[in-house]
């Protein structure tokens, strides 16, 4: 017969998951909760009151008072001053770093609040010049005097300020980048057309730490400030304005250039030629001179291949009859002869020593002056007295100067420091200084007799048109 048949037992089905094996999974199998011997589960998070409570006193600052609104209740602006300064302690609680072990980061719900807060307060619109431009220098209006409007609303403004700078001091790069746009910092940007100088300090302050904050929003904070500042390379005097916040806009641009890396990159150059130098063009020059001229020497010394370039861009923006500039302007070249090597002197000396010579003898007693205290200078006596070429080719041009203040200059204290130039130029070079005396004196001569010539051909005329009547 046949063999008996054999029972197949049904394989069982696969199994949906595999099971682990791990120290991990043997682990939560003995202990299924997940905690050690000995510990206590924790409660779940509960939204924090304090959050709730702080969020709605923040929101209760938006509301904008300009103190100059008769209907405005005094009260009620003191009850919000109060309520910004409790918004600041706690602000400022959060970002103590004297505990940085214990410090907790804001809540994301109130870093929007405060923000919010702050735009609703701080970005307005510009009220109009309180001291507008004339249309011309000698409009009579003050060209000295800074342009200077407190804004009334300051009590309130000081705080909000103090509560972005203690929120941007306190929060980390990573935080701001999820809160802090673009268009939040173009509003901060426009700001500095402010007229009160204790807005444009802090708003310099805040915008500067932002820059250090926010690295990947660098570039674009750069090209922002670039276009603010050609705004009042080309706009300004259209505008009406005194150059407000370009100073501070310089601020923060120089401590930026200090940090450069060297070689210079194109578009660091471009800012330099494209939007510093332009800036020496305005008649409100004065306003912001310092800090321009701090910004130009720095890409000086990162690059001294750029000084032919500023020279040139310099001497382009000379003025005609703006004496103030024209002192300031002197100053900067100074500052800027000091810095260049004898190579790069010896081809910049001719056009910048041409300059300063035709200053010399300026009807201004102060420009005719600066221009001479330039022999005070021991780096630029150096550099010219380095090599005799370079004698030759500037000193005819401070003998003319001289020689005209010795003779012509109404100023007597102009009359005496030339005077002491004098003597240094004949200590100095004597032969080359006798020799550009004698070619003066020479076309001077040359001169008078053509005046002779000339004269004498007009009086023929006239008496030839008389006799004719």
Request: hydrophobic share 45%; proline share 7%.
């Amino acid at each position: 017969m046949g063999a008996a048949a054999v029972e197949v037992a049904p394989r069982a089905p696969p199994s949906a998951k595999r099971r682990s094996t791990t120290l991990l999974h043997l682990f939560q199998l003995e202990k299924p909760d997940g905690l050690l011997p000995g510990t206590a589960k924790l409660p779940p998070p509960t939204p924090e009151p304090e959050a709730d409570s702080l969020i709605a006193k923040i929101a209760s600052c938006r509301r904008v008072f300009t103190f100059v609104d008769p209907a405005e209740c005094a009260e009620e602006r003191e009850a919000k001053r109060e309520r910004l300064a409790e918004v600041l302690a706690a602000v400022r609680a959060c970002g103590d770093g004297e505990e940085k072990q214990r410090r907790r980061p804001l809540d994301h719900r109130v870093m929007v609040a405060l923000l919010e807060m702050v735009g609703a307060n701080l970005f307005r619109a510009m009220p109009p010049p309180a001291c507008p431009a004339p249309p011309l220098p000698d409009g009579g209006a003050d060209e000295e005097a800074p342009a200077v409007a407190l804004a009334p609303a300051w009590p309130h403004l000081q705080l909000v300020y103090d509560v972005l700078l203690s929120l941007v001091e306190g929060s980390d790069a990573r935080t701001l980048r999820n809160h802090v746009g673009r268009g939040f910092l173009s509003g901060l940007l426009a700001l500095f057309a402010s007229e009160d100088p204790r807005e444009r300090d802090r708003l310099k302050t805040a915008y500067h730490r932002l820059y250090a904050k926010l690295t990947g929003e660098r570039a674009f904070m750069r090209r922002s400030m670039a276009a603010a500042l050609l705004r009042h390379a080309y706009d300004a005097g259209a505008a009406g304005d005194r150059g407000c916040g370009a100073a501070e806009l310089l601020e923060v641009c120089g401590s930026i250039i200090n940090g450069f890396a060297v070689p210079l990159k194109d578009e660091h150059r471009g800012f330099l030629l494209r939007v510093l130098l332009p800036l020496h063009r305005t008649r409100w020059v004065h306003a912001y001179h310092r800090q321009l001229a701090y910004c130009v020497l720095q890409f000086l010394h990162k690059d001294p291949d750029l000084a032919g370039d500023v020279a040139r861009g310099i001497l382009r923006c000379w003025p005609v009859t703006n004496c103030q500039k024209e002192v300031l302007l002197i100053e900067e070249l100074e500052e800027i002869i000091e810095v260049l090597e004898p190579a790069q002197f010896e081809k910049l000396a001719v056009p910048i020593c041409s300059r300063i010579a035709r200053c010399v003898s300026s009807c201004s007693s102060q420009v005719a002056e600066r221009a001479l205290y330039v022999w005070n200078n021991e780096r630029f006596v150096e550099l010219a007295t380095a090599s005799p070429a370079v004698m030759e080719r500037i000193l005819p041009a401070f003998v003319a100067g001289v020689e005209s203040n010795l003779e012509e200059h109404w100023s007597k204290c102009v009359q005496q420091v030339t005077a002491s130039v004098k003597a240094l130029l004949q200590q100095l070079a004597p032969d080359v200084y006798a020799r550009c005396a004698d070619d003066l004196a020479a076309r001077r001569s040359e001169a008078e007799v053509a005046a002779a010539v000339r004269d004498a051909r007009w009086r023929k005329l006239e008496a030839a048109a008389a006799a004719a009547k």
